[in-house]
Nanobody, 123 residues
Framework: QVQLVESGGGLVQPGGSLRLSCAAS????????IGWFRQAPGKEREGVSC????????YYADSVKGRFTISRDNAKNTVYLQMNSLKPEDTAVYYC????????????????WGQGTQVTVSS
């Protein structure tokens, strides 16, 4: 059974950090591009970061550049999103998604999606 499971969300104060994990099962991540998306209440889903399968190239939304870092550990079949200097506007449900094609992930049309993990940044 193909599954993506996010974890690591929670409540954090502004300026704090969280590390999200996305564990894959039922398939190997080695050949997949991976993306993180988020959706805040009343807002459209937006892309946060992506990482390619080929050379590990990474991409970030301007709103998170310099604060978030995406990484992958193929041995653990897991992808991470390290989030530093968190701001209240980062509050959202965060989802990971994968696809064999990076452009498909970037477009938000990944083949597989996790169930999401809530991140709340508040004092």
């Amino acid at each position: 059974q193909v599954q993506l499971v996010e974890s690591g969300g929670g409540l954090v104060q502004p300026g704090g950090s969280l590390r999200l994990s996305c564990a894959a099962s039922g398939f190997t991540l080695d050949y997949y591009a991976i993306g993180w998306f988020r959706q805040a209440p009343g807002k459209e889903r937006e892309g946060v970061s992506c990482i390619s399968s080929s050379d590990g190239s990474t991409y970030y939304a301007d709103s998170v550049k310099g604060r978030f870092t995406i990484s992958r550990d193929n041995a653990k079949n897991t992808v991470y999103l390290q989030m530093n200097s968190l701001k209240p506007e980062d509050t959202a449900v965060y989802y990971c998604t994968v696809d064999l094609d990076l452009s498909t992930v970037v477009a938000g049309w990944g083949r597989y999606w996790g169930q999401g993990t809530q991140v709340t940044v508040s004092s």
